[in-house]
């Protein structure tokens, strides 16, 4: 379908058009519309697309953070919810108090070794699709605790997103986020299994093997086993 | 704090205190602050006679290292009393090879955490302490990181973007 982009009309001209968009409308749900005209009235009103590609978008905009804190960066990370920021506008509505209903999981400071089997903990319950922020130079670098102690996230998980800074600022957050948003948005997978080595962990149903590389929590068609 | 003469005089009655043994190894008094040096050995009778003294408080206890020193570990206990604000500061030294230090538990309950605090960071062992385990880093964590010789920096930094364009990560 050819994509038509029209001039911006004036705001009476607008109004006019909007009146008579409206009126199609009625005519065709009375069934009064017919031949050429439904068709234009049909390509005017529908968008077609992949349900892979919705299926996309729907989870780009609705990834829900896990409540999860590790330091200092935890505190830039709670401007995320407040008013200024505020991600319930692109969907992310809540830090979710479970990793279970959690989508992402923001590893807000310094890992310490041992935190980190819990934070994996954590990250493997979380359900797939999944993804995962380093915010903070200690997460990804260890940053100023290049110590005995630390540990850097990707030593035991996958990471989607590195976002630098000590802390980094809640607007470099917010600029991490809509990234991965839109990473989501062109493919779910972000390649992590292939970076790490972890194909064959996905989670799926019945030993079907996805027929794409992304790793998503989808079952075959008509294979049903184990759900 | 007692100043440096009371700090001698407090010396010489530990020494008398314990006979012949030779257990004061020295008294130091810097900047304001007074310390005594004992032998590791007589630790435990050195604290009890430092509480009867009133010294009723034991604040703290630390570990060090004095690399390249020998002998290389230290630990410090610091003693307060609450009566006269008064402090004191007991000293004693320990080789890595054989670095036992008897343990304060039984007498100074406090002293639970921070000899396991010390036991981890700097590897003395003290010995009679009830639950003698690592309280900071896991439990199969190998070394003592507070040693000097311990290697200051950490992991090596595994950075995706290299790894997939067949670089050295640790470079």
Known sequence: MEIV??????????????????????QMLRGELEGAELERH?????????????????????????????ACCAIEMMTMVGARLDIARIGSEAFRASPRQADMIILSGRISIKMAPIIRRIYDQMLEPKWAIAMGACSSSMGVFNNYAIVPADKFMPVDVHIPGCPPRPEALMHGILRLRSMIHDDPALGWRERYNAEGTEEILGGITPDRDAAVNVAGSGDTAGA | MPD??????????????????????????????????????????????????????????????????????????????????????VKLRVPTDAPEVPSVVDQ??????????????FGVVFTGHPDLRRILMPEDYEGHPQRRDFPVGGEPVLFTYDEAHDRDYTQ
Request: net charge negative.
């Open chain 2, 108 to 121: 100074w309950p406090t002293a639970d955490f921070q000899e396991r605090e010390v036991y981890d960071m």
């Open chain 1, 5 to 26: 982009r029209r001039e911006k009309l004036d705001p009476v001209e607008a109004q006019r058009e909007f009146r008579a968009r409206q009126l199609r409308a009625k």
């Open chain 1, 42 to 70: 049909v390509e005017q009103g529908v968008i077609t697309t992949t349900l892979e590609r919705a299926l996309d978008w729907a989870r780009g905009n609705s990834m829900f953070p896990a409540t999860f804190g590790l």
């Open chain 2, 4 to 89: 440096a003469t009371g700090l001698e005089l407090l010396a010489q009655e530990l020494a008398e205190a314990h006979g012949d043994e030779p257990v004061v190894q020295g008294t130091a008094h810097f900047r304001g602050k007074g310390a005594l040096h004992v032998q590791p050995g007589a630790i435990r009778s050195t604290l009890e006679f430092l509480r009867a003294k009133g010294y009723g408080f034991l604040a703290s206890v630390h570990g060090l290292d004095y690399y390249p020193e020998e002998p290389r570990l230290g630990v410090h206990y610091e003693l307060i009393d609450m009566n006269a604000v008064d402090r004191l500061t």
